[in-house]
């Protein structure tokens, strides 16, 4: 059986331990969701950076920019944080580098402890469920929040990679029942829930995003399963 945590905001990732352990980082709105589109439609290879200066640093290199503060593209990058930018013909084959107020936070924090992390999103649950199932290592789901907060969004992604999980797991803390117990409670209008009460929807809403919450609030769109390696996140 997999044992399975779930740390709600990177804030408090100190807590849990990750060594030996399969790391599941999502940010649903919208970093991981933008990951998981792009690489789908043909971009070749994310790199997740922690700051813009860095990310202009692999412009010099060929990459591509990609990414937000605060919700709003950063005015340098070539793209910001819609998964529709992503998705555009012209980035197939392209390396992407991207950095975000919350997702790419996680994954950098994830990564100096972790075995390995998956790159999941609500777009490809069912085959990081599927991943998981096949690895049979522990895991922990870290959740990107807001700004050290968490979200519901991203608790929602832990609450559905649970429930594809339940015959297969062990949850060793309450965060992972709180998350599978909204899960359940959601299922059925999941895109409403997100859309209606989910605090950052409101947010991006307000910045014109709200095209992407409703793309954002998909299951299994794909069955696209990045993982970073290496420093590169690749499917």
């Known amino acids: 059986m ?36 792009g690489l789908n439609a043909g971009v070749k290879s994310v790199i997740p950076v922690m700051t813009v200066e860095e990310a202009l640093d ?3 290199k060929g990459y591509i920019t990609a990414g937000e503060r605060g919700g709003v593209k950063v ?17 197939r084959g392209k390396d992407i580098c991207m950095t975000t107020t919350n997702g790419t936070v996680a994954i950098t924090e994830a990564k100096k402890r972790a075995d390995q992390i998956v790159i999941g999103a609500l777009l490809n649950v069912s085959a990081v469920a599927n991943f998981l199932k096949s690895a049979q290592k522990d895991v922990v789901i870290i959740c990107a929040g807001w700004k050290g907060n968490p979200s519901l969004e991203d608790t929602l992604f832990a609450g559905a990679l649970i429930d594809r999980l339940q ?22 209008n999941l895109v409403e829930s997100i859309q209606f009460n989910a605090s950052h929807a409101k947010r991006l809403s307000g910045l014109k995003a709200k095209s992407d919450l409703a793309f954002c609030a998909q299951e299994d769109y794909c069955d696209a399963l990045p993982i970073l390696k290496n420093g590169e996140i690749t499917i």
Do not use: W
Request: aromatic share 6%.
């Open 58 to 60: 692999y412009s010099k």
């Open 75 to 91: 005015k340098e990058f070539t793209i910001g944080n819609s998964p529709q930018e992503h998705m555009q013909e012209e980035y």
């Open 167 to 188: 015959e297969e797991c062990n949850l060793t803390d309450d965060a992972s029942f709180m998350a599978l117990t909204q899960y359940k409670a959601c299922k059925d």
């Open 2 to 37: 997999i044992n399975i945590e779930t740390c709600l905001t990177p804030e408090i990732l100190s807590l849990h331990q990750l060594e030996g352990k399969i790391a599941v980082v999502t940010d649903v709105l919208r970093a991981t969701s933008c990951m998981v589109a």
